[in-house]
């Protein structure tokens, strides 16, 4: 069961580009990396999944190293609609494996004007 | 991307009664349901995982007999909290997980339960 670790908090600027790290030293072999942001009493919302190196959508990055034991999840130029909290997941894929949805602590980010 | 409702979003209820939140696919087969509590500034805590047409398993420390889950169908889930209690007042937030290759969880907007 992968274990992930995130910094409590970041503060940012609207315009700014921002880099939340989670580390997931356990990862396993056929383990994916998700994001997931939240906002107050809603659900969580879908960000980005990636394996390994980097993927891209429209609203985010995720770098992924060689060794996947940490994944960064960049938001480029950032709006206060984008203050949150950003959690990292880590588990199978539906072809293999368990899977046990846990979220750690998330990452409480707020956007100043 | 999917979509998962939750019903009802609110409830208020008396100590003592149960409650049902149902949790609901839309547009897609959930392979797995998970259900959710989350109390204010706190991360989720995963309950339990449900599978259609099985008993749902439950994480340690949630009792099956008050949170009783039902995945009738592999777009219907039901959690019931049973004689429920001020403490129980919490969010409640259910997910779906599609099949396929990438088995995407797609979370519920959430229920807010409030006991009396």
């Known amino acids: 069961l992968a274990k992930t670790t995130q910094p409590i908090s970041m503060d940012s600027y609207e315009g700014q580009e921002v880099n939340i790290t989670c580390s997931h030293n356990?990862?396993?072999?056929?383990?994916?990396i998700t994001w997931y942001q939240q906002f107050p009493s809603q659900g969580p919302r879908f960000i980005i999944q990636?394996?390994?190196t980097k993927v891209t959508n429209e609203v985010a990055s995720l770098f992924i190293p060689a060794d996947r034991k940490s994944s960064t999840l960049s938001l480029p130029r950032v709006s206060l609609s984008d203050t949150a909290v950003y959690y990292c997941?880590?588990?199978?894929?539906?072809?293999?494996?368990?899977?046990?949805?846990?979220f750690g602590r998330g990452t409480s980010l707020i956007v100043h004007p | 991307g999917a979509v998962v409702s939750q019903h009802p979003s609110r409830v208020i209820c008396k100590s003592g009664t149960s409650v049902k939140i149902e949790c609901r696919s839309l547009?897609?087969?959930?392979?797995?349901m998970f259900w959710y509590r989350q109390f204010p500034k706190q991360s989720l805590m995963l309950m339990a995982t449900?599978?259609?047409?099985?008993?749902?398993?439950?994480e340690q420390g949630v009792e099956k007999d008050k949170f009783l889950i039902n995945h009738a169908s592999l777009t219907l889930s039901t959690l019931t909290v049973t004689s429920a209690h001020p403490e129980d007042s919490s969010f409640y937030i259910c997910?779906?997980?599609?099949?396929?290759?990438?088995?995407?969880?797609?979370f519920g907007p959430g229920t807010r339960l409030t006991v009396l």
């Open positions: 997910s779906a997980r599609a099949a396929g290759p990438l088995g995407e969880q797609f």
């Open positions: 449900s599978n259609e047409g099985s008993k749902a398993t439950y």
């Open positions: 547009d897609f087969q959930a392979t797995t």
């Open positions: 997941l880590v588990g199978a894929a539906a072809s293999g494996g368990s899977y046990i949805p846990t």
């Open positions: 990636g394996y390994k």
């Open positions: 356990n990862i396993a072999t056929n383990d994916y």
